[in-house]
C-alpha cells in the first residue's frame, strides 16, 4: 500500500467533516469497529469555563442561572472541566443554549449515560493511535495536524507507544469532538480514535455493612454444611516453597495506607500515581504518592471507597507468622502500585491505559508477570483494549473482577478476551447471586464475607460495620468479585512462583508449559 503524505491526510479528514459538520442526532463512538450508541443523561451538565477562569481543582465556577440546581455543588471532572445538576423542569439542549451565553462560560456539554444511569463525561479530550506500518512517519506532522482541526497535543509523544496522543480540542463541542474522533477512527493511517471519557470507576466489591481461623476461603472444608469446596488448601500448600522465583504483581486500584502494621513495605518495587493527566512531569519523573485522600469525611461512603485499594492488597499480601492479623496468599511477592483515581475518585480512560502499558512494557522486560484489576467500568474503551493486548502479549496475565451486577451482565475489561474474567462463590462454592455471568467469565473464586487488611485505626470500612471485630485494622466483610479477583491473581502468583518454566517466552517459543496466560 502507498503511504499517504500528510497533506492528503488532511485533506481527507477535512473532507469527512465537511460532510459531517451538522450538529449530531445521536452520539456515538466506536469500539473494536463496531459503533457504540450512548444515551444522554436528563440531569446533567458539563461546563468548560473560559481560559481566563484559573480555579484550582475545587474551585467551580459560579454559574448564576435558574437551569443550575444549586443545591447541589459543582464536581469536578478533570482539571478543566465541572459537572452541573440541571434544575427541574430543564432539560440539557435547553440548558446548553442558555448556558452559551453566561460570562466566564466557554463550552457546555451533555453527560453520557450508561445503560445503569452511570454517568460517563465528555470533556475536551480524546486519544488517536496512528498506525506505525501505514504511517510511520507520524510524529512529523502530529503537532500541525492537529491544529488545523483546532486541537492540541496535551500528551506529546507517548514515553510507552510514540504513535500514541492525547490531544486537546480548543474549542469544540461534545458533538463536534465526537465527529472528530469518529471521522479518524475510520481513516486507513489510523488504527483507532476514541474520547478520553471521565468517570468513576466501579470498584466490584460489596461491604454491606490474629484472624487466620476466620479466614473460610483459605480452606473450605464443607464448614457451612455443604460438601468440600474447591477453594485453596492453604495449610497443605504451605509445604511447597513459597517461590522458587520472585514474581512481580501489578495491582490497579484507587490508592492505599502503606503504614499498616500487616504489610510488609519493602516488598513494593514502584508506586505510582497515574490518576488524571499527571502521567508524568517534564523530566519523565513519575509521581510516586499513592496514598489515599487525607481529611475525608466522617462517613461510610467514601471510607469504604478508598479502603478498596488495602482490602485488594491484603488478600494477596499481608504478612503471614507475625502475630498479626490475617494471611496473604502469596506473601512474599513483589509488587507494583498504580493508583489510578485522583483525589475527586475520577479516572480517565487515557491515564488507565498509560498505566496498562507501563505494565505491559515492564512484562516485556520480565518485570510484570501478574496485573489486578479489581473493579470494571460499563463502556468499552478501544485505548483501554490496545493497552491489555500489550500486556497479553507480553506474556503479563491479567485478572479482572466480573462485577456485582444484578442483570448479571459482564463489565469492562472482564470481558476482554485479554483478560481473565472472576466471578464470585461463596462457602457452598456455589456462584454468588450478585456475581456477573455470561460466555466471556473464564473461573469463580471466593468473593463473600472474605477477612482482609483495612484502613489503620478508623479510617477504613470496619468502623461502619458492626459485625466486625473491634481491631479495626482488619475487614471480615469484603464482599464481591474485587475479592475473588484477588484471591484468584494471587494464587496465579503462587503457581508462576514455584513453576518459573510456565511463564513462556513472548519472543519465540513457549516454556514447557505455553504460555502462563492460557
Request: glycine share 6%; aromatic share 12%.
Amino acid at each position: 500500500m502507498t503511504k499517504p503524505h500528510w497533506t492528503t491526510l488532511i485533506a481527507l479528514i477535512g473532507l469527512v467533516l465537511l460532510i459531517s459538520s451538522a450538529a449530531a442526532d445521536d452520539f456515538h463512538y466506536y469500539f473494536q469497529g463496531e459503533q457504540i450508541g450512548v444515551e444522554l443523561s436528563d440531569s446533567l451538565i458539563t461546563i468548560i469555563p473560559d481560559e481566563g477562569y484559573q480555579p484550582n481543582r475545587k474551585d467551580a465556577l459560579e454559574v448564576d442561572h435558574p437551569c443550575i440546581d444549586d443545591s447541589y455543588p459543582p464536581a469536578p471532572v478533570n482539571s478543566t472541566s465541572w459537572t452541573y445538576h440541571l434544575s427541574e423542569g430543564w432539560d440539557p439542549d435547553s440548558a446548553i443554549v442558555v448556558l452559551h451565553g453566561v460570562p466566564g462560560v466557554k463550552i457546555v456539554n451533555p453527560v453520557l449515560s450508561t445503560p445503569d444511569s452511570t454517568p460517563v463525561y465528555i470533556t475536551d479530550e480524546f486519544i488517536v493511535r496512528i498506525d506505525s506500518v501505514v504511517f510511520p512517519n507520524a510524529w512529523f506532522f502530529a503537532d500541525s495536524f492537529f491544529a488545523a482541526h483546532g486541537a492540541e497535543i496535551i500528551q506529546h509523544v507517548d514515553t510507552i507507544d510514540e504513535w500514541r496522543y492525547v490531544v486537546r480540542m480548543t474549542g469544540a463541542t461534545a458533538d463536534e469532538l465526537l465527529e472528530l474522533s469518529n471521522a479518524l477512527y475510520f481513516n486507513d493511517s489510523v488504527e483507532y480514535a476514541t474520547p478520553n471519557f471521565y468517570n468513576d470507576l466501579t470498584l466490584d466489591a460489596a461491604p454491606n455493612d490474629p484472624y487466620y481461623g476466620n479466614q473460610w476461603y483459605l480452606k473450605n472444608t464443607g464448614q457451612s454444611g455443604g460438601t468440600p469446596g474447591a477453594d485453596i488448601d492453604f495449610e497443605t500448600a504451605l509445604s511447597f516453597p513459597l517461590a522458587v522465583q520472585d514474581v512481580v504483581i501489578s495491582i490497579f486500584d484507587v490508592g492505599w495506607d502503606l503504614d499498616h502494621e500487616d504489610f510488609d513495605l519493602s516488598r513494593i518495587i514502584q508506586t505510582l500515581d497515574v490518576a488524571g493527566n499527571a502521567f508524568a512531569d517534564s523530566n519523565n519523573v513519575w509521581d510516586p504518592d499513592v496514598s489515599v485522600p487525607e481529611n475525608l469525611p466522617d462517613h461510610p461512603s467514601p471510607q469504604q471507597y478508598w479502603a478498596h485499594g488495602m482490602h485488594v492488597l491484603g488478600l494477596i499480601n499481608a504478612v503471614m507468622d507475625n502475630e498479626l492479623g490475617v494471611v496473604g496468599i502469596a506473601p512474599t511477592q513483589k509488587f507494583k502500585l498504580y493508583k489510578i483515581v485522583d483525589s475527586t475518585k475520577t479516572s480517565s480512560d487515557a491515564s488507565l491505559a498509560m498505566g496498562l502499558r507501563c505494565a505491559a512494557l515492564d512484562a516485556a522486560f520480565q518485570k510484570c508477570d501478574i496485573i489486578v484489576l479489581p473493579w470494571h467500568k460499563n463502556y468499552q474503551s478501544d485505548d483501554i483494549q490496545t493497552a491489555l493486548r500489550h500486556a497479553y502479549n507480553f506474556n503479563a496475565v491479567t485478572f479482572a473482577a466480573a462485577g456485582n451486577d444484578v442483570q448479571r451482565q459482564m463489565g469492562f475489561p472482564a470481558n476482554s478476551e485479554y483478560v481473565i474474567s472472576v466471578g464470585a462463590t461463596n462457602e457452598w462454592d456455589n456462584v454468588e447471586s450478585f456475581s456477573a455471568r455470561g460466555p466471556a467469565l473464564d473461573i469463580v473464586a471466593p468473593g463473600r464475607k472474605i477477612w482482609t487488611l483495612d484502613r489503620m485505626g478508623d479510617l477504613g470500612s470496619n468502623k461502619w460495620v458492626s459485625t466486625c471485630n473491634d481491631d479495626r485494622n482488619y475487614f471480615c466483610e469484603f464482599w464481591g468479585t474485587s475479592a475473588s479477583c484477588a484471591i484468584a491473581a494471587a494464587v496465579g502468583a503462587r503457581i508462576l512462583a514455584i513453576v518459573p518454566d510456565a511463564r513462556g517466552n513472548w519472543g519465540g517459543a513457549a516454556g514447557d508449559f505455553g504460555r502462563p496466560f492460557d
